[in-house]
């Protein structure tokens, strides 16, 4: 015992040391609370410190280099020493981690912590503002806007770890005996705290940034965040009576079924779709290119790409990755192009893009769909090329040759004969040199209207059924990309599939399918005990590589636990009262 009383003593002190720096940025590393809310002037660069976690990795996938998509069914790593491939095998453990997410840190113990470190410095700043010297209506929206990110911080949280322990006051370094003796919230008052906090900021926040303040927190990103949530907890891991292991309790779920939930969720969608304020603003992307034919496939793909380096209507509220555009784009692209093709897409994914213009499904006989030459563009839903490169693929400056002798082949890091396009512009050339090349600058979309659509679509169908505005949301993506509308008379489960796989091809590769097979409860149905499939790259263009194949020598692993993410050794050692999520070891590596 007396050894877990000093690893507490130092675990807690490292929590705290970890949390001290949030002064540091704005002006110098002995810079002072009086100094740094002395004016709004030097208080907003405070705020502006909180910001900057957005263009780190637990926010910004251009930054964290590794999509959550890869630790589901989407995709698989481009190498095995990436944290994704440890969650699709069920090897992780409560204390894998120790950052936000990127290469081999698993986003769990690293995360909570992290997270919390980013919590308390809006509590610092939110209790500190009113000292600062300026014009009041300004301090107020920074107020707004601080009150904004902390509610997104929780928010992250409750998405992965269910209930939180809400902090809306700073701990101090000198006394942690609250930390150290808290228990998390139930489910719902962690749920209901975020919201509100989120409904009480965008009472004083402006429908949309100014061009001098892009990325700074909106109404329209609160009322977007809240439908995130609102979504969310009314899905079936939460909004039920029959939780999926019998011991969670109301810090995991509801305890119960209620089907208002899913009209919280399609009201605030509702707000952003049809609210004047709001739609003079947002919608779908409008690309606009006078030497292509408006009715074309090239027009809708140049318009899908398009989104992720113009700041549209669609973009409701976006970030920018910290590195420049080339550091990302070397990780990403395949080895044609110097890249290193981290983000092998599967197999799976590949086949959910539907044929262009008919919307038949590939597995359907009368596609006419065949493996060599249906996988390359152009006969596809526009986003399929968008997202991925497929075998032979020909883009403005580079092409995709992943088989047995082709110039994107490498046994190290081409696993699945695929590779990911989304966020990379198609005219970017690599010539391997340093600086490398320029190109347009990707654009992180955090909340997009996109998806605002989707999840109104999915809680409007849940709540009311197939409805003509369900219809209207998801054929609007449709339009966009020159695909065919839902076929009418679908019932409310042939609208759900819909939905879901409108939501995987929409969103692929944007760190949603990970949380979705989760909320919706079909972790183990997609994922346990199947295979990351793809083409044999160990096989010539004309000699088998067509052949679908296991990539892996093992199935996935998706165990009822999974469903959530774990508490670390270290956060219980340091919180007694903190409850770990069933199906965890509650002190994983420590020792008595």
């Known amino acids: 015992m007396k050894k877990i009383h000093y690893i507490l003593i130092s675990l807690t002190a490292f929590f705290f040391w970890g949390c001290e720096d949030y002064l540091d940025k704005p002006d110098s590393d002995d810079i002072t609370v009086d100094m740094a809310f002395e004016t709004v002037i030097s208080a907003r660069k405070v705020l502006n410190d909180c910001y900057a976690d957005m263009n780190g990795p637990a926010y910004n996938i251009s930054t964290r280099q590794v999509p959550y998509d890869m630790a589901c069914d989407n995709g698989i790593g481009g190498y095995n020493a990436l944290w994704t491939d440890r969650v699709q095998n069920g090897s992780w453990n409560p204390d894998d981690g120790g950052g936000d997410g990127n290469e081999g840190n698993i ?7 992290n997270t919390y470190q980013r919590i308390r410095r809006t509590n610092l700043f939110l209790e500190n503002i009113d000292r600062a010297q300026g014009d009041k209506a300004e301090k107020m929206q920074m107020v707004a806007q601080a009150r904004f990110l902390r509610a997104f911080y929780y928010e992250e949280l409750i998405r992965r770890f269910g209930g939180v322990i809400i902090l809306d006051h700073s701990v101090s370094a000198n006394d942690y005996t609250e930390l150290t003796n808290q228990p998390r919230n139930t489910f719902e008052e962690s749920v209901e705290w975020a919201c509100k906090e989120f409904t009480e900021a965008a009472a004083v926040l402006p429908p949309v940034a100014t061009a001098t303040n892009v990325g700074h927190a909106t109404s329209a990103a609160c009322y977007a ?16 009576d029959s939780p999926v292991l019998s011991d969670y309790t109301n810090i995991q779920y509801y305890g119960n079924y209620d089907k208002g939930r899913w ?28 030497t292509l034919d408006p009715t074309s496939w090239e027009y809708y793909y140049r318009g899908y790409i398009d989104r992720w380096f113009t700041v549209g209507k669609e973009a409701i509220w976006i970030s920018y990755p910290n590195d420049e555009w080339e550091g990302v784009r ?66 403005d400056a580079y092409g995709f040759e992943p088989w047995q002798g082709g110039r994107a082949s490498d046994p190290a890091s081409q696993r699945t004969g695929f590779c990911m396009q989304k966020y990379i512009d198609p005219l970017y050339v690599d010539n391997g040199q340093t600086p490398r090349n320029q190109c347009r600058k990707n654009i992180l979309r955090i909340f997009g209207f996109d998806e605002v659509l989707l999840n109104f679509a999915e809680a409007e ?22 695909m065919p509308a839902l076929p009418t008379g679908l019932n409310q489960d042939q609208m759900r599939q819909k939905i879901w796989h409108e939501r995987r091809v929409e969103l692929a590769f944007e760190d949603f399918r990970f949380f979705d097979i989760r ?27 067509y052949t679908v194949v296991n990539v892996t020598a093992q199935p996935m692993v998706f165990l009822k636990q999974h469903y959530l993410l774990p508490m670390g050794t270290s956060q219980i050692l340091m919180n007694p009262a903190l409850q770990q999520n069933p199906g965890w070891p509650k002190l994983a590596t420590a020792t008595n």
């Open 519 to 545: 909320r919706w409860r079909i972790g183990e149905e997609v994922m346990n005990g199947k295979y990351i499939q793809g083409y044999d790259v160990t096989k010539p263009k004309d000699g088998g590589f």
């Open 330 to 395: 070397v990780c990403w692209n395949n080895r044609q192009s110097n890249g290193w093709n981290w983000v092998n897409p599967s197999y799976s994914l590949a086949m959910e893009y539907e044929m262009y213009p008919t919307g038949l499904m590939p597995s359907d006989p009368k596609s006419d769909f065949d493996q060599a030459n249906s996988l390359n563009g152009k006969d596809r839903d526009p986003r399929f090329m968008a997202t991925i490169q497929a075998p032979n693929a020909k883009y």
């Open 225 to 240: 965040a809240i439908a995130r949530l609102r979504l969310t907890a009314a899905s079936p891991l939460f909004n039920t």
């Open 107 to 113: 986003p769990t113990v690293g995360f909570w912590s």
């Open 461 to 482: 169908n849940e709540y009311s059924g197939p409805t003509p505005e369900v219809y209207k949301a998801i054929n609007d993506l449709r339009a966009r990309v020159g």
């Open 263 to 290: 009209k919280l969720a399609a009201d605030a969608c509702r707000v952003l779709m049809t609210s004047p304020e709001y739609t003079a603003y947002y919608g779908l992307h409008e690309y606009i290119n006078n």
